[in-house]
C-alpha cells in the first residue's frame, strides 16, 4: 500500500483546537478532509504528549559512526576517483564492517553520488590561463557585440552513431524487440563531415566535406561560403567571424585571404569548444537527425541539410544573447571547463 502524505503542523494543531470546542471527532474528520481514524490518532498522542509534533521514530543506529562518515566523505571529497572497494576496507581497519550499499546511501545523504566521469579537452596551464584572459576581456561585451559575430566550426555525423540518446516504452524483458533497439554497426556505418555557420540571425551555410579538409581546403569552404553567408544573413558592418586554433584554420594563405578582405576575426582561447555556442546547434541538429533516421549516407546528407535550414532563428538568438553566462561560467571555474 502506498504511503499517505504526512498531514501539516498547521491541519494538526487544527484537530487540536475543534477537540477542544467540543466537537466529535467524525465532524472534525469531515470539515478538514482527514479520515477520522488519523484525527483520532492525533488527538490520543496530543492528550499523551501534550504536543503534535513528530515525536523520535525508532530504527536501528546507523553502522557507520559520525566520525567514519566524515572519514570516507573526506576521502572521496580529496579523491573523487576512490572505489567502493577502497572505502570498504578503510572503515574494516578502522574497525567497522559495512557493503558497498551502506556506503553509498551514506555519500548519498551528504550529497555524495557515484558518476561517471566526463570526458573533456585536455587542458594546459597555457590553456587555462588563455580562457581566463578571454573570458574576463570580453565579459563586458553587450549582447549587441556577439550578435555582430559570425560563428563557425566543423562536425562529423555518423550513419548509425551515437547521435542522440533515444528512450522508449516497453514491458518487462522487451528490451531485444526491435521497435525498442537502435541498429548500430561497426564504425558507425559510415560518416560524413560538416562545415557550418551561425549567427543569432539564423543558421548560415552548411556544406559536405567531401575529402580530408587540409588549409587549402578550408580557405576554399571560406572564400566560397562565408561571404555569402554573412549576406544572408544581413550582418553589420564590420561584423567578426569565429573559428577555433585548428591548424587548418591558421594556415598562411588563410590568414593572409582574411587579411585581405578585412574581416576581424575574434581572437580564440585553444581548447575551448565549451565557448562555441555552435556545439550546441551541433548536438541539436544530431539529435533531428538520429529521429529521421537515414539508412545511407546520400540520405544523410540531404536530412542534415534540411533539418539545419529547419533551425529557428530563435534558438540561434537565445544561445547569442546567453553568452556572457558562458564567460561568467568560464570565471567561476578558473578557467577549467564549464557545462556548456
Request: glycine residues 6%.
Amino acid at each position: 500500500m502506498a504511503k499517505t502524505k504526512e498531514l501539516s503542523k498547521d491541519t494538526r494543531n487544527k484537530i487540536v483546537d475543534l477537540h477542544q470546542a467540543g466537537k466529535t471527532e467524525s465532524a472534525i474528520g469531515k470539515q478538514l478532509g482527514v479520515k477520522q481514524s488519523t484525527v483520532g490518532a492525533i488527538i490520543r498522542k496530543w492528550k499523551t504528549y501534550k504536543t503534535t509534533d513528530n515525536l523520535p521514530r525508532s530504527g536501528a543506529p546507523r553502522k557507520i559512526s559520525p566520525r567514519g562518515v566524515k572519514m570516507i566523505t573526506r576521502t572521496v571529497s580529496k579523491n573523487p576517483r576512490t572505489t567502493w572497494g577502497d572505502l570498504v576496507n578503510d572503515l574494516q581497519r578502522a574497525g567497522t564492517k559495512v557493503t558497498k550499499a551502506t556506503i553509498s546511501n551514506t555519500l548519498r545523504r551528504q550529497g555524495l553520488k557515484s558518476c561517471s566521469a566526463r570526458r573533456v579537452p585536455l587542458l594546459k596551464p597555457v590553456h587555462v590561463r588563455a580562457r581566463l584572459k578571454f573570458a574576463r576581456e570580453h565579459l563586458d561585451d553587450t549582447e549587441e557585440d556577439w550578435e555582430n559575430v559570425i560563428w563557425s566550426d566543423e562536425t562529423k555525423i555518423e550513419l548509425f552513431g551515437k547521435n542522440s540518446t533515444c528512450r522508449v516504452w516497453r514491458r518487462k524483458n522487451a528490451e531485444l524487440h526491435p521497435k525498442n533497439t537502435i541498429p548500430t554497426v561497426k564504425h558507425g556505418g559510415g560518416n560524413i563531415m560538416l562545415w557550418g555557420c551561425f549567427s543569432a540571425k539564423g543558421p548560415g551555410r552548411l556544406i559536405r566535406v567531401k575529402e580530408r579538409m587540409n588549409g587549402a581546403m578550408y580557405h576554399e569552404i571560406l572564400s566560397k561560403n562565408l561571404l555569402p553567408s554573412a549576406r544572408a544573413l544581413k550582418m553589420k558592418c564590420g561584423w567578426v567571424f569565429q573559428h577555433d586554433n585548428d591548424p587548418k584554420h591558421t594556415t598562411r594563405a588563410t590568414k593572409k585571404w582574411l587579411r585581405k578582405k578585412h574581416f576581424k576575426v575574434l581572437e580564440w582561447p585553444s581548447q575551448s569548444p565549451d565557448l562555441n555556442p555552435i556545439e550546441n546547434l551541433w548536438r541539436e541538429l544530431k539529435i533531428r537527425v538520429a529521429q529521421r533516421q537515414p539508412q545511407n549516407i546520400t540520405a544523410l546528407e540531404e536530412i542534415c541539410m534540411e533539418e539545419w535550414a529547419k533551425l529557428p532563428a530563435t534558438v540561434c538568438k537565445n544561445l547569442v544573447a546567453t553568452y556572457r553566462k558562458r564567460l561568467t561560467s568560464v570565471i567561476a571555474n578558473k578557467g577549467y571547463i564549464t557545462k556548456y
